[in-house]
């Protein structure tokens, strides 16, 4: 069985670990605005729970490298994406 204290979470998409807070703030809205422009609620919400959950586990794990800021807006983008009514 692995060692559980060498477990991290998986990145929301490639690199996203080695990017700055602003970076990666700026690159969820890009990724969620495009979801939202062409009606793509499964991978807004995809995308939002994958941001919201890999800032939480940072989170838990008190790293200080988790987003508490990142982790509201993807909480707040799920919301919204939940309402989304199809075209």
Known sequence: MSD???RSPREPWTD???QSAEE?????A???QQAKEHGEQDYA??????????E??????ADARHNRD??????????????WQPN
């Open 4 to 6: 559980p204290t060498n």
């Open 24 to 28: 990666r703030d700026q690159l969820f």
């Open 45 to 54: 919400l995809a995308l939002t729970a994958a941001v919201a959950n890999y």
């Open 70 to 83: 990142i982790a509201d807006k993807a909480g707040t983008g799920h919301d919204d994406a939940g309402s």
């Open 16 to 18: 996203y670990a080695k």
């Open 56 to 61: 939480m586990v940072l989170e838990l794990q």
């Open 30 to 32: 890009k990724k969620f």
